[in-house]
C-alpha cells in the first residue's frame, strides 16, 4: 500500500484489531517517516494556503462546507489532523479571526512551520492525539477535518464526541474520510479496483506490522452508518453527506484514487453536522 520511493516500507500487512494506543503510536511514527515523501508528492496539489477537501479536488471555496465566509472571519476554528497546515493557512489568508491546528506528527508540523516562514501565513499548531483533545469544553466555533486524523481512530464514537466536546452551541463540524463502501474493493486505482474482495461490514483495521508484529501503519474502517450513528451520539445533528464526484480532465492518481475509479463509484465522504 505505501510502496512508493521515499515511504516507509509497508511490511507485513493484515486485518486485525488495533486499539487506541497501539493506532496512536503507529500513526505517530509513521508520519514522521512519511512527511518528507508526502509532502513532496502531493505539496503541489494541496498548495501551500489552499482549502483542499479530497483527491478529488473538492475546496473550500467552492463547497461553503465550513458555512457562510464572512461569519466564518469572526470564528475560532480547530483544524483535527492538520498535516502541514495548507487548510488552516488558506484560511488565516482568508482573513479568519482565529485558527488552531493540530497533528500527532512532530514532521509534519514542522512542515507547517516552513510553509509559514515561506508564506507569511502563520498557523498556530501543536502536537496531539484526536482522541483526546487538549482543548476545553466549547473553546471553537467550527470544527473541521480534511484526510486528517478520522480515518486513524479505531472508535468513530470516541473521536466524534472529543470533537462535538470542544464545539460551542450553534458550531460546525465538518470532515472528509475515504468513503466506506472503498473497502469493500482493493485499494488500486485501475479496473481491479473495481472488483469487491472484502465484506463492507468487516470493521478489522487494515495494518502494517514489522518483523517483531508492531504495527507500523494502521487505518480503520467505519461505515457509513457508524459515521452517522457517531455524530448522533455526540449530540450533533447531520446537516449534509457531500460524495464528490470524480472532475471531467482530471487524470491525476492518488493512492487508490484516480479517474477509472472515480468516475465509478465514490472514493470520499465528506460530513458537515452542527451543534444546536
Given amino acids: ?26 500513526g505517530r511514527m509513521w508520519w514522521d517517516g512519511a512527511a518528507d515523501a508526502y ?23 467552492g463547497a461553503r462546507l465550513l458555512g457562510d465566509p464572512e461569519e466564518l472571519r469572526r470564528a475560532r ?31 509534519q508540523l514542522q512542515h507547517s512551520r516552513r510553509i509559514d516562514e515561506r508564506t507569511g501565513h502563520a498557523l498556530a499548531a501543536v502536537q ?13 466555533d467550527v470544527v473541521f477535518s480534511s484526510f486528517g486524523a478520522f480515518p486513524f481512530v479505531p472508535s468513530a464514537e470516541d473521536a466524534l464526541a472529543e470533537a462535538a466536546r470542544v464545539l460551542r452551541p450553534g458550531g460546525r463540524l465538518a470532515f472528509s474520510v475515504t468513503h466506506p463502501i472503498r473497502w469493500s474493493f482493493p485499494d488500486d486505482p485501475s479496473e481491479y479496483g473495481l472488483t469487491v474482495d472484502q465484506s463492507y461490514f468487516d470493521r478489522r483495521a487494515y495494518v502494517e506490522e514489522d518483523e517483531d508484529g508492531n504495527a507500523v501503519y494502521v487505518e480503520h474502517h467505519h461505515t457509513v452508518g457508524d459515521w452517522v450513528r457517531g455524530i448522533a451520539r455526540a449530540g450533533l445533528v447531520l446537516r449534509d453527506l457531500v460524495e464528490p464526484e470524480w472532475p471531467e480532465g482530471l487524470d491525476r492518481v492518488w493512492g487508490g484514487w484516480g479517474p477509472v475509479r472515480g468516475r465509478m463509484l465514490p472514493g470520499t465522504a465528506v460530513f458537515s453536522a452542527d451543534r444546536p
Fill in 39 to 61: 509532502q513532496e508528492e502531493h505539496g503541489a496539489f494541496l498548495g501551500d494556503a489552499e482549502f483542499v477537501w479530497c483527491p478529488e479536488g473538492l475546496t473550500e471555496a
Fill in 77 to 107: 476554528v480547530l483544524e483535527v489532523g492538520c498535516g502541514a497546515g495548507q487548510c488552516g493557512r488558506w484560511l488565516r489568508a482568508q482573513g479568519v479571526r482565529e485558527v488552531v491546528g493540530f497533528d500527532l506528527s512532530h514532521r
Fill in 1 to 26: 500500500m505505501h510502496d512508493e520511493s521515499g515511504y516507509p516500507d509497508p511490511g507485513y500487512v493484515e486485518r486485525r484489531a488495533v486499539d487506541a494506543r497501539e493506532s496512536a503510536r503507529a
Fill in 128 to 140: 496531539a492525539d484526536a482522541q483526546r483533545l487538549p482543548f476545553a469544553d466549547a473553546s471553537f
